[in-house]
């Protein structure tokens, strides 16, 4: 059992270029959600899923896009990357008829914007 | 708009030495108070859920009490394998269930446990 898989775990950008986060979790689970987490600051909600077909901006959504084509799929795209988004990125993932403060959360995706 | 503060920043313990992590927070009405653990380049792992003031929830050495305006986390003879930093987060009981049910998240308690 994977639980949520996060790739790229490192990746390195040019200011203007364009990415995509890729996550994957194979729990079933309807919630799915990106966090950033920066330096002296907490985790902060980027962009949330209830379920397929069905996506919601959360705290910090400008410069990034989401959708969700499957329930085991949550993929983060960067329009155009800016130095402000250098951080590390969580998915996290959890029943929506449970508490979904209940998270699991992947890895991290490690980004630099140069 | 809901805050969340913890402290210290950072704690270095000798093994054994028993101690508390506060997290202070105001929220429109808490629907659940978390802690989760977060060790060096991992993502964080869930450890407990309090509802209401004077919940208790126990797992192994940890402790996790909450009132109406804070929540410690008490690390009874820790050992060096509960060195890791420790999220305190809160969610909101929002006026309409618009399925975010964000968390707000602390910054996070650096704990350090030496032999």
């Known amino acids: 059992n994977a639980g949520v898989t996060q790739t790229p775990k490192f990746q390195v950008l040019k200011t203007g270029q364009s990415m995509t986060l890729q996550c994957a979790q194979d729990?079933?689970?309807?919630?799915m959600s990106w966090y950033r987490q920066d330096p002296g600051m907490g985790l902060r909600l980027i962009h949330y899923?209830?379920?397929?077909?069905?996506?919601d901006q959360g705290e910090v959504p400008n410069g990034y896009n989401v959708s969700r084509s499957t329930t085991e799929d949550f993929p983060l795209r960067l329009l155009s990357a800016a130095p402000s988004q250098t951080s590390v990125y969580f998915c996290?993932?959890?029943?929506?008829?449970?508490?979904?403060?209940?998270?699991?959360f992947g890895e991290g995706s490690r980004l630099t914007v140069l | 708009e809901d805050q969340v503060t913890q402290s210290p920043e950072a704690l270095r313990l000798q093994e054994g030495e028993s101690s508390s992590l506060n997290c202070s927070y105001t929220?429109?009405?808490?629907?659940?108070l978390f802690w989760y653990r977060q060790d060096p380049g991992k993502g964080p792992e869930f450890l407990f859920t309090?509802?209401?003031a004077g919940e208790e929830k126990e797992k192994e050495r940890l402790k996790a009490t909450l009132t109406k305006k804070e929540s410690f986390l008490h690390i009874t003879a820790p050992k060096p394998e509960d060195s890791a930093t420790y999220l305190c987060?809160?969610?909101?009981?929002?006026?309409?269930?618009?399925?975010?049910?964000?968390?707000?998240f602390g910054s996070g308690t650096r704990l350090q446990v030496q032999p």
């Open positions: 899923s209830v379920g397929a077909g069905i996506t």
């Open positions: 987060a809160v969610q909101a009981r929002a006026a309409k269930d618009t399925g975010r049910r964000a968390l707000t």
């Open positions: 996290a993932s959890s029943y929506f008829n449970t508490n979904t403060g209940e998270l699991f």
């Open positions: 929220v429109s009405g808490l629907r659940g």
């Open positions: 309090l509802y209401s």
């Open positions: 729990m079933n689970h309807e919630y």
